[in-house]
């Protein structure tokens, strides 16, 4: 079993959010998907975290690429998901 770190833009803080809601493996955040792991994890933090920085990463790490590199059209398809957009 690989570690959340192991993925791409996963790194200790949000790979321990992701704990704090269940999901451990890799594989629990391929089943989730992106946008719940990131809707869980939003639930369980006080604070508005940066979809940068949590919802493409997470969708990154699925997909084994960059956020940075994932399209405006993806980008725009996750916040629509999310219900960060109307």
Do not use: F, H
Not at 10 to 25: D, E, F, M
Not at 62 to 70: E, G, S
Request: glycine content about 6%; hydrophobic content about 30%; charged content about 30%.
């Amino acid at each position: 079993m690989n570690s959340l770190e192991s993925l791409c833009n996963i790194g200790k803080t949000l790979a321990n959010r992701l704990r704090s809601v269940g999901i451990q493996t890799p594989e629990d955040l391929r089943t989730k998907g992106s946008v719940r792991a990131y809707l869980r994890v939003q639930s369980m933090t006080p604070e508005k975290l940066p979809v940068c920085y949590n919802l493409y990463s997470l969708e990154g790490a699925i997909r084994n690429k960059r956020w940075t590199d994932l399209s405006e059209e993806d980008k725009t398809s996750l916040r629509k998901r999310a219900g960060l957009l109307e």
